[in-house]
């Protein structure tokens, strides 16, 4: 099974996750994918304007089964009849509809929202090998866009939320950074590599299904990743 949006009939699963959490229980969100996947926050604000509705900030729960699951943070808009939709296009496969939990820690401003960091938590097995290698290299890849974002912030206000879209100026120190991002981005393609070629032998030994195992705070080094950025 590939990477997905976590459905919600993963109930046990989705219980465990928003009581270890402290937060409220994930909510089902209706995926409409009209704006790009890089701009959550954006369509958000565009989608609110033309159609109504109030923005919520939280956590979307994406999984590589058996492997890892992600707490990306996200945005989705309550409509008026309080369902939760989701315009913004997904990076993971679904069924139509994913998870949301929403975190009123976290309220974001459109003009500069800095990055956040995802939650990974690493099911134990055997593939956690792997899951910890994803887990480095999101972290490595993350730590080049809080810097770049920050040089984004300290320039003013841009148009450009997009990284790779902003006119960066060709210093030494930005060249470095720019080549540091290409990096680690390839560095977690050739990890969502090792995840395919794991599930494909995982799904010959085992039949087709949603591993994902109730969260047991005891069996898990990275107990603490959940409540912590």
Not at 11 to 33: G, V
Not at 173 to 183: C, G, H, K, W
Request: charge should be neutral; proline fraction near 10%; include cysteine.
């Amino acid at each position: 099974m590939p990477f997905v949006a976590v459905p919600p009939d993963s109930k046990a699963f989705l219980r465990d996750l928003s009581q270890h959490l402290r937060l409220p229980p994930a909510e089902p969100a209706k995926m409409l994918e009209t704006g790009p996947s890089s701009l959550a926050y954006w369509n958000c604000y565009d989608h609110a304007r033309r159609h109504g509705g109030r923005i919520v900030f939280g956590w979307q729960v994406l999984a590589w089964p058996g492997i890892y699951f992600e707490l990306l943070h996200h945005a989705v808009v309550e409509d008026a009849d309080c369902n939760l939709v989701d315009p913004t296009l997904c990076v993971a496969s679904h069924n139509g509809r994913s998870v949301f939990i929403e975190d009123p820690q976290v309220i974001l401003s459109r003009r500069s929202p800095p990055p956040i960091a995802s939650r990974i938590h690493v099911f134990p097995g055997n593939a956690e090998t792997i899951g910890r290698a994803m887990k480095d290299a999101k972290a490595r890849h993350f730590e080049i866009k809080r810097l770049l974002a920050r040089i984004m912030e300290e320039s003013g206000p841009t148009s450009k939320p997009v990284l790779a879209d902003y006119p960066w100026p060709r210093s030494p120190e930005i060249v470095a950074m720019l080549d540091e991002l290409s990096r680690t981005g390839t560095a977690i393609e050739e990890v969502q590599a090792r995840c395919r070629a794991w599930d494909l032998e995982h799904a010959r030994r085992c039949p087709p299904a949603l591993y994902l195992p109730s969260i047991d705070p005891a069996q898990s080094a990275d107990r603490p990743s959940l409540l912590h950025h």
